[in-house]
């Protein structure tokens, strides 16, 4: 129930092509969920989030698309560069926990991107 | 740069000693969470303190154990080190615990090898 599904685990895209990282998630409790951009070295970034009351937010050239019926959201980067080359963690929380609960994060395995020249 | 600092940047242990780990907060949050991330693998949580106080606890064993300060700094304590325990520590701060501000920022981590 907490766990939070990743893929792919690598991606390779060319210049000015789109990006698309996948996830789902199994606990409906969850309403909070944010992406993490992560440079070698460095702590991860917050890049975008969403919640469950929309079905798409963009910033930018970073979309997230959120289907709450099937659980799954993703994200799209459009334009790709090389400098987006990065690994990224979705992840999910509770906005307000109770019973016990707390807002951490529960991170995806990451995906590593490579946007070539 | 989010403003939250963890030091030191490295460290280098042997089994069975014992780490503490360093964060600043950012400024204006009271609440610092705690993740290990192994290699190739995305952060688990450890705990979280608001106020000082332990606010929720992640599947990991007592010997890791934390402390949060009067100015919102936080420690990180891990006794009998293990050789799983090599991984990168991070910390994040926030505002509350609930509720659309309480975004968690991270700070760079402490990159522990236990030998």
């Known amino acids: 129930q907490q766990q939070v599904k990743q893929s792919p685990q690598s991606l390779i895209v060319q210049k000015g092509g789109i990006s698309i990282i996948n996830c789902a998630y199994e606990?409906?409790?969850?309403?909070?969920f944010p992406w993490y951009q992560q440079f070698p070295g460095k702590g991860p970034a917050l890049l975008i989030a969403?919640?469950?009351?929309?079905s798409e937010k963009k910033e930018g050239r970073f979309t997230i698309s959120f289907n709450k019926s099937a659980k799954q959201f993703s994200l799209h980067i459009m334009d790709s560069q090389p400098g987006d080359s990065a690994t990224y963690f979705c992840a999910a929380s509770r906005l307000y926990p109770y019973g016990g609960a707390t807002n951490k994060l529960i991170f995806g395995t990451g995906t590593l991107l490579a946007v070539q020249p | 740069e989010t403003g939250v600092t963890q030091s030191p940047t490295h460290l280098i242990k042997t089994r069975g000693q014992q780490v503490t780990l360093r964060c600043s907060s950012q400024s204006g949050h009271n609440t610092v969470s705690w993740y290990q991330q192994a290699l190739g693998q995305g952060p688990q949580f450890i705990f979280q303190y608001y106020r000082e106080e332990e606010n929720g606890r992640g599947n990991f064993p007592p010997r890791f154990s934390g402390l949060q300060f009067p100015n919102y700094s936080s420690e990180l304590n891990v006794n009998a080190l293990e050789l799983d325990d090599s991984a990168l520590y991070l910390c994040a701060s926030s505002f509350g615990l609930a509720g659309g501000q309480n975004t968690q920022y991270f700070g760079p981590g402490t990159r522990l090898t236990v030998l």
């Open positions: 969403i919640r469950p009351d929309v």
């Open positions: 606990n409906t409790a969850f309403d909070y």
